[in-house]
């Protein structure tokens, strides 16, 4: 094949250039062991019996609560000063969005945003917050992205794609490089995944890092809802494929509605995943309820998947016992007050 058809690989490299480049605006954030004393005193003592060590890696710390910072102010910063003129456009659901308007802000350029109408509008009013104009559209991923490309051609901005760039794959490849240098000895990572920004970034830099160091790498897995396995599809026959909007929209993390994963994020996810495993919906307010109440990090649906992977499918990861290693990304915390009143009610409930 032809390198038109195949989308080449980031090199570690561009990651380190991207770490230095992101240094003064996004944070370090931490990795938080989840305490077995704290779930059993939250009620949940057989999964703490049964789980493995959990290292929780609080992306929430960011200044716009999720790891999108990293890879948009990674793109924006590298654009020259006319671009920075004709401003930016990105489509989102949320969390990219925030990133670009906060890094657009810090560089100096305007910001439009195309969100889907139905976005959470706690995260509506962070971007709006950000500086930003917000443009709605439709349900569909697809949707947004071509609306984007309308109002780009129309007016010159530039595109912040959400997920499928190069310079935002290095971007948010640098919370790999922290996750090796936090926990040297980690067996597991786990990532969410929909349109693939994350799990391609922090996969590509901890093999290639460990590669590079001589030493081995954990396993790197994707996690993402059942009701939107799109990415899982696609791992598994090896061939990209796109679920309808009407599917992937039924699931409660609303940033993992992506239709597909991205052509770019798929190649490095091949090169560099160990596998994709899905969960319930069940499965992650149970996730998002233990976060609330046995730790001090409030975590977003979207968030939450990867915890609800390493405490109801252990099972499916190679060689897990109650002694594995395992990092769980925390991807946002953009938590919808509603919602988390519900899961604060469905907890009281279930003490009664």
């Known amino acids: 094949m032809s390198n038109k058809t195949v989308p080449s690989l980031i090199a570690l490299?561009?990651?380190l250039a991207a770490r230095d480049r992101i240094a003064t605006v996004t944070?370090?954030?931490?990795?938080?062991?989840?305490?077995?004393?704290?779930?059993?005193?939250?009620?949940f003592s057989a999964l703490a019996d049964t789980a493995p060590d959990i290292y929780l890696k609080d992306e929430s710390a960011?200044?716009?609560?999720?790891?999108?910072?990293?890879?948009?102010?990674?793109?924006?910063?590298q654009l020259s000063p006319e671009e920075l003129k004709r401003g930016v456009i990105t489509y989102s659901s949320g969390n990219h969005a925030q990133g670009v308007a906060f890094s657009a802000r810090a560089l100096g350029a305007k910001a439009v945003i195309v969100m889907p109408a139905n976005s959470p509008q706690v995260k509506m009013d962070a971007t709006r917050a950000f500086g930003a104009e917000i443009v709605t559209v439709g349900p569909a991923s697809t949707e947004r992205k071509l609306k984007a490309e309308e109002l780009a051609a129309a007016h010159g901005y530039t595109i912040v794609p959400p997920y499928d760039d190069p310079a935002i794959i290095a971007?948010?490849?640098?919370?790999?490089?922290?996750?090796?240098?936090?926990?040297?000895?980690?067996?597991?990572?786990?990532?969410p995944v929909?349109?693939?920004?994350?799990?391609?970034?922090?996969?590509?830099?901890?093999?290639l890092a460990?590669?590079?160091?001589?030493?081995?790498?954990?396993?790197?897995?994707?996690?993402?809802?059942?009701?939107?396995?799109?990415?899982?599809e696609s791992f598994r026959t090896k061939t990209l494929v796109e679920w309808p909007a009407e599917k992937t929209t039924r699931t409660l993390c609303d940033g993992l509605r992506t239709q597909s994963l991205g052509r770019s994020n798929f190649e490095h996810i091949l090169q560099f995943v160990d596998g994709i495993v899905t969960v319930t919906e069940d499965e992650i307010?149970?996730?998002?309820?233990?976060?609330?109440?046995?730790?001090?990090?409030?975590?977003?649906?979207?968030?939450a998947v990867t915890l609800a992977a390493a405490l109801f499918h252990a099972h499916e990861f190679p060689n897990v016992t109650p002694t594995t290693k395992v990092v769980v990304l925390v991807s946002g915390g953009n938590l919808d007050p509603d919602l988390r009143s519900q899961l604060e009610s469905e907890s009281a409930a279930a003490h009664v």
């Open 13 to 15: 490299a561009d990651i």
């Open 285 to 303: 307010r149970t996730a998002l309820r233990i976060f609330l109440a046995a730790t001090d990090i409030v975590a977003e649906p979207s968030g």
């Open 210 to 232: 460990s590669a590079a160091a001589n030493r081995t790498s954990p396993q790197i897995f994707g996690c993402e809802p059942e009701l939107s396995g799109d990415s899982a």
């Open 27 to 43: 944070v370090r954030t931490p990795l938080v062991p989840l305490s077995r004393d704290r779930l059993r005193a939250a009620g």
């Open 171 to 191: 971007g948010q490849a640098t919370c790999g490089l922290e996750i090796l240098e936090q926990l040297p000895g980690a067996d597991l990572v786990l990532s």
């Open 62 to 77: 960011q200044p716009i609560k999720s790891f999108k910072l990293r890879g948009a102010y990674n793109m924006i910063a």
């Open 194 to 207: 929909s349109g693939g920004g994350l799990l391609s970034g922090i996969a590509t830099a901890i093999k």
